[in-house]
C-alpha cells in the first residue's frame, strides 16, 4: 500500500530504539537498560509505550540496521574502518556500507573537551574565569548549549560580552588546535581538582539537622534567613519536608490535605511514590476517590520524572502552607510544642 510505502524507511531513531527493545524480549531489554542513564531510560519508555502498530517490513528494517551496524564495529575493532569498508562494500554496496560505516563512526567520535562534562560545574567556573577568553569561547561552542549557557551567565559580567563576540565570530578552528588546547586543559584542570575536597555543611546538611529541631528553634531560623537571606531561606523550606514525609502525618491532616489537592495532582504524584505514600493517602479517602484516583493514575500512562516532581512539590507546597496556617502538624524528631 502507498501508506506503508510512505513510512518506510522514515522512523526516527528513538523509534527504531523502541522497536528493537520490543524484539529483543524482556530479558534482554532489561539489560539493555541497566547501562542507560535515568534520562535514556525515561526517554525509551516513553517511546515504548507511544509505539503504534509496527509493521514486518518495519521490523525486518530495524533489525537489518542493528545487524549491520554490530558487524560493522566488529570489523572495525579487527582490522579499522578500511578493512570494514571493504567487507562491508563487497556484502552491502558501496552506498549502503558508507551509509552504515558513517553512523557508526559519528556515534563513537568523541566531543571534544568531552571530559569537562565529569568536573563539577564550580570548579570549572573558577578554572575558566583565569583562561583568556578566546580559550573560554572554544570550550563553550563544543559544550551542550545548557551548560555552555550557565557558565556563560556565571562568567564575570565584564567577561560575557567579549567571550560571546569571540563565539559569534568562530568559524572553524584546526582540529590540531583543538586537540593541543584540549590536552593542556585537561592536564592542568586534573592538577587543579586533584586536591581532596571533603564536603561538609551546604543546604541538605543544614535541613537534615533542621528537620531534628523542635518548631520553635525551626522558626526562630526560618524567620531570621527570611530577613537577612530570603532566597537561602526559601530553598529550606523546600527541601524540609519532602513529599515521601506524608506517611508521617496523621490520618486527619492527611485527609485535610486531600481535600486541598486536585484528582490530576495526585495521581501524577502518586505515579511516582512508594507503596507505603499511596496506602496512607487510599486508607484516608473514600473507596469510590480511591477508584477514580486509580483510574486516573492507570489511564495517564507513563509519566515523565520531572512532571512527576512537580505535581509532588504542590503538595508539599499545600501541607506547609496548613502547617503554618497550625490546621495540621508535622511531627519532628525535637517534639512537639504542648499546651497544657
Do not use: W
Amino acid at each position: 500500500m502507498p501508506a506503508n510505502e510512505e513510512k518506510k524507511g522514515k522512523l526516527s531513531p528513538k523509534e527504531k530504539a523502541a522497536i528493537l527493545m520490543v524484539m529483543l524480549g524482556t530479558e534482554l531489554s532489561a539489560k539493555v537498560l541497566k547501562n542507560l542513564n535515568e534520562e535514556q531510560i525515561e526517554q525509551l519508555t516513553l517511546e515504548i509505550a507511544n509505539l503504534r502498530e509496527v509493521s514486518q517490513n518495519e521490523k525486518r528494517e530495524v533489525y537489518e540496521e542493528f545487524h549491520n551496524m554490530l558487524a560493522a564495529k566488529e570489523l572495525i575493532s579487527r582490522g579499522g574502518i578500511d578493512y570494514a569498508k571493504e567487507i562491508l562494500e563487497k556484502a552491502l554496496g558501496p552506498e549502503r556500507a558508507m551509509e552504515v560505516l558513517n553512523k557508526l563512526t559519528s556515534s563513537l567520535q568523541v566531543k571534544p573537551f568531552e571530559f569537562i562534562k565529569k568536573t563539577d560545574s564550580s570548579q570549572l567556573l573558577n578554572f575558566l574565569q583565569n583562561e583568556h577568553p578566546q580559550t573560554i569561547a572554544l570550550i563553550l561552542s563544543y559544550m551542550e548549549s545548557d551548560q555552555a549557557s550557565e557558565l556563560l551567565s556565571s562568567l564575570p559580567e565584564e567577561l560575557q560580552p567579549d567571550v560571546a563576540k569571540r563565539i559569534a565570530l568562530m568559524d572553524r578552528t584546526s582540529p590540531e588546535t583543538i586537540k593541543e588546547v584540549e590536552k593542556l586543559l585537561e592536564r592542568k584542570l586534573s592538577t587543579y581538582t586533584m586536591q581532596d575536597f571533603s564536603m561538609v555543611g551546604g543546604v541538605t546538611a543544614l535541613v537534615d539537622i533542621m528537620n531534628r529541631v523542635d518548631r520553635s528553634t525551626e522558626r526562630h531560623i526560618l524567620e531570621t534567613l527570611e530577613g537577612e537571606e530570603p532566597e537561602l531561606a526559601e530553598e529550606i523550606k523546600k527541601k524540609m519536608f519532602v513529599f515521601e514525609d506524608i506517611v508521617k502525618l496523621s490520618d486527619r491532616d492527611i485527609q485535610l490535605v486531600s481535600r486541598e489537592i486536585e484528582m490530576h495532582d495526585m495521581a501524577v504524584a502518586l505515579k511516582g511514590a512508594s507503596e507505603d505514600v499511596k496506602q496512607k493517602i487510599f486508607d484516608n479517602m473514600s473507596k469510590r476517590a480511591v477508584g477514580l484516583l486509580q483510574e486516573e493514575m492507570e489511564f495517564m500512562g507513563p509519566v515523565r520524572v520531572r512532571d512527576v516532581e512537580e505535581a509532588q512539590q504542590k503538595i508539599v507546597a499545600v501541607i506547609r502552607r496548613l502547617e503554618e496556617a497550625g490546621e495540621i502538624v508535622i511531627s519532628r524528631g525535637g517534639g512537639e510544642e504542648l499546651i497544657v
